[in-house]
């Protein structure tokens, strides 16, 4: 099965670099035919990126959505026949809606629809989407994955408005902010694969604070505990907690409570109660029980992408500031942001333990914390996004 990415953007948006950065970073091994589709008469950018290896056919007299009916299909069935790749790129007319594109490669046997990108200038998003509507909002409404060009050379407003925009646009594509120096073709991979976004973020974190299978723990603890075998715990304890076996436990306990067998509890508990069997229990509990609650109904997740630039003190002012019980039970945060002096900002929470580093750039910047009871819209305040 051959696959097919699109990547989309209005004129001069950057594509062909784009595609040059991936070729030479994101898709070695595998055996690529680019299809470019110039409007106008003469293709210039095909011995740009012959020089990378790649098979090109150039489809000029026209955008490429203006003639796909017939020659598209018939063009797309020749070149995997003739050259049997493992996956075509497919750069479309910059004045091409990607919709039209898509429903090309669709209609086309033995080939499965890969990345759906869309280039964007972010210094011209106001202006293009004022005045190109139809072909360019197309392009943005459509696309999996939005991918800002030349971020580095505008303001932070300028910037944060572009992204705004889009979002409106389209609130569901992952939107790379960050400059493409900064990042390695296999990164933006990762973010067109739908694996940078912060819903992925959100969801890794959600594994860590539910623990259901490793047990591994990590939170505050205010008063004795014991821990047996393999000894994990994580979560607010406020009076001593025995574990038996794994030990599994995480989250805010009031008062003594006992774990049999694997031991597996997470939730709020205000009286005690006890597991027997399986042990496990997640949710706020009011009295004694013997019932489960679906870990949806206990943790509260947020998350946000932002392009805002942070000074490393305001992110320990607030990562500190978690700690008081004002934004919920906050069991976990993690963030990576790109920082006001330069560099980005990698950081980690439990209760009452932070740690806060410089690291490596992402394709956005990302927020994510989880909790029980959390204040969403409180912690949005916090970080001030």
């Known amino acids: 099965m051959t696959i097919i990415d699109i990547f989309s953007g209005f004129l001069g948006a950057g594509k062909t670099t784009l595609i040059k950065k991936l070729l030479q970073e994101a898709y070695a091994g595998q055996k690529l035919m680019l299809i470019e589709n110039e409007f106008g008469e003469i293709g210039i950018d095909g011995g740009f ?38 996956r075509i790129i497919i750069e479309p007319s910059g004045v091409g809606k990607l919709s039209d594109v898509i429903a090309a490669v669709e209609k086309v046997d033995g080939v499965q629809l890969g990345y759906t990108v869309a280039v ?29 060009s030349r971020t580095d050379g505008i303001s932070q407003e300028k910037l944060n408005l572009a992204v705004d925009i889009l979002r409106e646009m389209n ?26 976004s912060v819903a992925a973020e959100l ?20 008063h004795e505990h014991h821990h047996h075998e393999d000894d994990n715990c994580c979560g607010h304890h406020d009076h001593e907690h025995h574990h038996h076996e794994d030990g599994h436990c995480c989250d805010h306990h009031d008062h003594d409570h006992h774990h049999h067998e ?30 489960h609650h679906h870990a949806d109904e206990v943790f509260t997740s947020w998350g946000v992408e932002t392009a805002k630039k942070f000074a490393v003190a305001d992110i320990e002012k607030a990562l500190d500031a978690l700690d008081s019980g ?8 993690k963030g990576i942001v790109p920082c006001v002096d330069g560099g980005w900002i990698h ?26 009871e959390l204040s969403q819209q409180a912690v949005a305040a916090l970080f001030g996004v």
Request: charged share 20%.
């Open 171 to 196: 609130d569901h594509a992952t939107i790379v902010t960050t400059p493409w120096p900064q990042l390695s073709g296999l990164q933006l991979l990762t973010a067109m694969e739908g694996g940078a």
């Open 347 to 372: 950081f980690d929470y439990v209760p009452e333990e932070h740690n806060v580093r410089m690291g490596g750039a992402d394709v956005t910047g990302k927020l994510c914390v989880i909790g029980a």
């Open 203 to 222: 969801r890794k974190l959600e594994e860590e604070a539910h623990h259901h299978e490793d047990g591994h723990c990590c939170g505050h603890h205010d």
């Open 262 to 291: 694997d031991g597996h509890c997470c939730g709020h508990h205000d009286h005690d109660h006890h597991h027997h069997e399986d042990g496990h229990c997640c949710g706020h509990h009011d009295h004694d029980h013997h019932h």
């Open 49 to 86: 990126l012959q020089d990378a290896g790649i098979n090109i056919t150039e489809m000029n007299s026209g955008c490429i959505c203006c003639s796909l009916v017939g020659d598209f299909g018939k063009a797309l069935k020749e070149a995997i026949d003739t050259y049997a790749p493992d």
């Open 120 to 148: 964007v200038d972010a210094g011209k998003v106001k202006i293009y989407t004022k005045n190109f509507g139809e072909f360019y909002n197309n392009q943005v409404q459509t696309a999996s994955t939005i991918i800002l």
């Open 326 to 333: 004002e934004y919920g039970l906050v069991l976990r945060a």
